[in-house]
């Protein structure tokens, strides 16, 4: 919306199309979809993980033989390795829904023309970008999850951790993302 009326001071409002797609592939959506899940996972993860270490199961399993590595850490990260993609594909679609919309309903570009000129301007490599983003924040987002939630001490802790693993991810997640798109 605010790019179509920037571009429509120089004749050019139908080129959003493009752009928004491209940006929208590449940036915004697996950004957006990898800061809520920062938001809901990394925090769930310490908590969870907190828990654990302060009722002293995590002793527990060390105590039977347990890895703690191989039966709490990594399972919570091949679980965003595989759900990120999916999210991100799924921020994709309804963005592009709504960018649909919104096209159609202030610059009158058909829901066809819409389709059409993202068939014909909007390479591939943009939406394989984003979607190979997402595994990486996946991973990122789960490492700190549980490194913060290893690092409780306490009951009074957790919150403490939840809240910089939240912060921590965010942060990192803006680091990562801007070096991948100054490499590609």
């Excluded at 965003?80 to 159609?104: Q, S, W």
């Amino acid at each position: 919306y605010q790019g179509s009326d920037q571009l429509g001071k120089f004749g050019a409002s139908i080129i959003i199309v493009e752009m928004s797609t491209m940006s929208m592939f590449r940036e915004i959506a697996p950004f957006l979809a990898a800061v809520i899940v920062a938001g809901r996972s990394a925090s769930s993860f310490t908590a969870q993980i907190g828990t654990m270490k302060i009722t002293e199961e995590l002793s527990a399993m060390r105590t039977m033989g347990l890895d703690i590595d191989i039966f709490i850490i990594i399972p919570r990260i091949i679980a965003l390795i595989i759900i990120m993609p999916l999210l991100v594909f799924f921020a994709d679609m309804a963005a592009l829904a709504g960018e649909m919309v919104i096209v159609k309903y202030h610059l009158g570009i058909s829901y066809t023309e819409f389709i059409n000129r993202i068939y014909e301007y909007v390479e591939i490599r943009h939406i394989l970008l984003g979607l190979a983003k997402a595994p990486l924040f996946g991973i990122l987002i789960a490492v700190i999850g549980c490194y913060r939630g290893l690092q409780v001490k306490s009951g009074t802790d957790i919150g403490k951790y939840t809240t910089k693993a939240v912060v921590d991810s965010i942060f990192w997640l803006i680091i990562v993302n801007a070096i991948i798109s100054l490499l590609s």
